[in-house]
């Protein structure tokens, strides 16, 4: 499957606004954002794991970082409330579930091979003075990928110029770009060389960013 693949285009999905679609593990539903492949997939993706549900044991080959979005994911290495951001880097592998039910924001099979970087960090502790209403998180930086963490006050102007090209997810809130609203699950990507300016809406913005990652698109190796 190739979905939202062309990555020299802007591509942007109201995640709200898109059905369920169930995986091949039962109580486990997922919103596809961008994917390159089959069941294993270089994937983009919002699951849904309902109360209860788990999937099976698996290694990640090619790595999963994921934001939890509500709810507590649960697997090997802990629980993991609503606003943790998590790296799993190539060759880990766990039994992920939730017994109260959890959404998260993930990504897979777009970390460096070599990574073994693993952690978690609870966004919002991570975040900085705000500097003209943009407070932000340094969550990950290595010489392939930026990934942040922004809470934006209303009317607060998000910016960023970093060349490798530019991804999004509006956690809550909403901001405006490019002459688009972008609300509560939006995702967004921008090409190389694009520039991001996203003004936040009258409730404010909480926003998940990763830049430079677009210089380095490949399926899996499967």
């Known amino acids: ?41 270089r994937a983009t993706t919002i699951v849904r794991y309902a109360a209860g549900s788990q999937f099976s044991e698996h290694t990640h080959s090619g790595g999963e970082e994921f934001i939890v979005l509500d709810g507590v994911f649960q697997d ?24 109260p039910g959890c959404t998260i924001f993930v990504k897979l099979w777009q970390f460096d091979p070599d990574d073994r970087n693993q952690f978690h960090k609870t966004m919002a502790d991570e975040l900085g003075a705000p500097v003209d209403g943009v407070a932000t998180a340094e969550l990950h930086r290595d010489d392939r990928e930026i990934v942040t963490y922004s809470h934006l006050d209303a009317a607060a102007t998000l910016e960023n110029t970093d060349p490798g090209g530019i991804e999004m997810l509006v ?21 190389m060389g694009a520039a991001l300016s996203a003004v936040a809406g009258s409730d404010g913005a909480k926003i998940w960013m990763k830049t430079g990652h677009l210089r380095y698109v490949a399926p899996p190796a499967v």
Do not use: C
Request: proline share 8%; net charge negative; aromatic share 8%.
């Open 1 to 41: 499957m190739d979905l939202n693949a062309d990555f020299s285009a802007r591509a942007v999905v109201h995640s709200e606004n898109v059905e369920w679609q169930p995986s091949p593990m039962a109580g486990v539903d997922r919103r596809m954002l961008d994917r390159i492949g089959g069941e294993v997939a």
């Open 76 to 99: 090997d290495y802990g629980d993991f409330p609503a606003g943790t951001y998590v790296r799993n880097p190539p060759t880990t592998s766990h039994t992920p579930g939730s017994e």
């Open 171 to 191: 956690i809550d809130g909403s901001v405006w770009e490019s002459g688009e609203t972008l609300g509560k699950g939006a995702w967004l990507r921008l090409p």
